[in-house]
């Protein structure tokens, strides 16, 4: 029989496990990116930063960097402003058909990957904008801007209705309400937002690799690397590219849960 | 302009097909403290959310010093609130919040600074200034709501049960801060509150609505001694209600039969709209009615039995019945009943002169 002790042991091993299981690859991935030998075998070799310099003098992989950078910046800044705009119509008002306005705008994350990508890539090259800079904004902002939704929606669900009454009532416009009372009462829920939207972008493949053209961003560019041969500078990008996304989920889970101060 | 202050005339207001008030009409005067009491859903909060121009009337009119308000907009008008929840802005510190009011106006900092903090010192706070809202009990935060809707200075406070959301011997202090304060800035202040004890013990008048309808106005002491209707006889509590018919009736002196037997009542001419045989409702304030061990020569007399008292400080509230099982409710102090030796079930004459002994006007009679 088992007794409780046994139990909480029992679990604690299993979420070790899934632990393991999750970042094996990655910590693996990190550890390799360190390590002199050119294939991936042990014992490991001796430290290195060898790769990190390799891939910090490719200009390929810089001008991957800066697209990518350029890509998450624009497309978090415009997820989280729509995002904002529609959680704010779902706070404050009431009409016929919400539910289907939600459900809507909740819609891109539900599609598969590919078929959001095919779709994107005919609908750019109808418009000319394939291949440009622009397609990876847009399409990105779609994909981002659910989530900064839930986000937001997520914080202004907490704030007393009153709140905004009582601002009209001490003689601020709508315009300065929003400025005033919602704007930061929301903010730790926007900068939240901007983090996690800008963290999607920075790490999203399969639309890249359709829409960028020659636009490429980081994943676009650990693949090409990846198919031509097998190179431990993959390792050393994309330790970059998990510690850029970390930090910016991490810093989006500090804000989202930061203390309600009622 | 004999007009008073805040006119509403035949204002209605419906949601969708519900309708939350019923044409009501009333004056406010300049000056004066007016509650509105009712319970929850009798339109009490939604009258003040008009006045301040958070909800908008369906038809009537709402007059400010006799001009037309009904198209101002919340922001355009000088009726601050003072809120059940208080919505205080959690991300703004004290003296912040204050100054919320004075900044949307487009006060200059160093000005605003310096009202604000005139009257966090009068709502004796002055020392938070700088504290956060979550950082203060919840008198202070009451205090700070008072301070940032008084701020700029407005011709008419509302309060929507600022102190529902407090202990019970906090309420009895911000009462009497909440007078003494209306009396010394001399500004009207609408008082919206479920509870009959604030409302009896700080305003000047007192509106009683019930289902969007306005049941009666008046000082608390009129509405307590007469109340005009069955509803309002029951909303004050301590009444005792008595149903029967008019048996005699003359200038002065109407004399009915009911359950206790018949009870005589002097008529005051306001109500002379009886008729023999026609149904009352008598209302008899359980502190009018006196108790004695043998019986007395008072016109009003019956013998009961003592079956519960009900103790709340000095004020005893003392519940017998009679022979058949009629309920009487008798209002005592405490030291006035330590004579008369009660135990349960002891037997005992109340009497009441029919001066004390009030008719419900028929025609709100339900």
Sequence with gaps: MLNDKSIVWLLRIYLLLVFVFIFMPIVTSVVFSFNSDRFPSLPLGHFTWHWYDKVYNDPETWDAIKTSIVVALSASLLATIIGFCTAYTDFRYNFKFKNAYLALALLPPTIPLIILALAMLAWFSKLGISGQIWALIIAHTVLGAPFAMAIIRLRLQQMDKDLESAAWNLGASEWATMRHVIIPFALPSIISALCLTMAVSFDEFAIAWFVSGLNKSVPVVILEILQGNVDPQINAIGSFVFATTMTLVVIAQLFLFTKNPQ | ?366
């Design chain 2, 1 to 366: 302009m004999s007009e008073g202050q805040i006119v509403l005339e035949n204002i209605t207001k419906q949601f969708g097909s519900t309708v939350a008030v019923q044409p009501i009409n009333f004056e406010i005067k300049a000056g004066e403290f007016l509650a509105i009491m009712g319970s929850s859903g009798c339109g009490k909060t939604t009258t003040l959310r008009m006045l301040a121009g958070l909800e908008t009337p369906s038809s009537g009119e709402i007059r400010l010093n006799g001009e037309r308000m009904n198209e101002l907009k919340a922001h355009e008008r000088e009726t601050p609130l003072v809120w059940q929840t208080l919505a205080l802005f959690p991300f703004l510190n004290v003296i912040e919040n204050v100054e919320f009011g004075l900044k949307m106006r487009g006060v200059e900092k160093s000005e605003r600074t310096q009202r604000a903090l005139k009257w966090l010192n009068r709502m004796e706070i002055g020392e938070f200034a700088n504290r956060s809202i979550d950082q203060l009990s919840g008198g202070q935060r009451q205090r700070v709501a008072l301070a940032r809707a008084l701020v700029t200075e407005p011709p008419v406070l509302l309060l929507d049960e600022p102190l529902s959301a407090l202990d019970q011997n906090l309420v009895v202090r911000m009462q009497s801060v909440l007078t003494q304060l209306q009396k010394e800035l001399g500004i009207t202040f609408v008082y919206v509150t479920h509870s009959q004890s604030e409302a009896f013990a700080m305003a000047d008048r007192v509106v009683i609505m019930s289902e969007g309808v306005i049941e009666q106005i008046g000082s608390p002491k009129e509405i307590y001694r007469n109340p005009a209707s069955r509803f309002v006889a029951e909303f004050v509590g301590t009444n005792n209600i008595i149903s029967g018919y008019i048996k005699e009736l003359n200038e002065h002196i109407m004399i009915c039969n009911t359950a206790f037997g018949t009870i005589e009542s002097n008529l005051d001419d306001a109500n002379n709209s009886h008729i023999l045989g026609g149904a009352v409702d008598l209302v008899i304030s359980a502190d009018m009615i006196e108790l004695s061990q043998e019986e007395t020569s008072s016109k009003n007399q019956i013998q009961i039995q003592f079956i519960a008292e009900e103790f709340t400080g000095s004020v005893v509230t003392l519940y017998f019945e009679d022979d058949k099982k009629n309920e009487l409710i008798v209002q005592k102090q405490q030291r006035e009943i330590e004579p008369l030796e009660l135990t349960y079930g002891c037997k005992i004459y109340a009497h009441w002169d029919p001066i004390n002994v009030f008719c419900i006007p028929e025609l709100n009679a339900r």
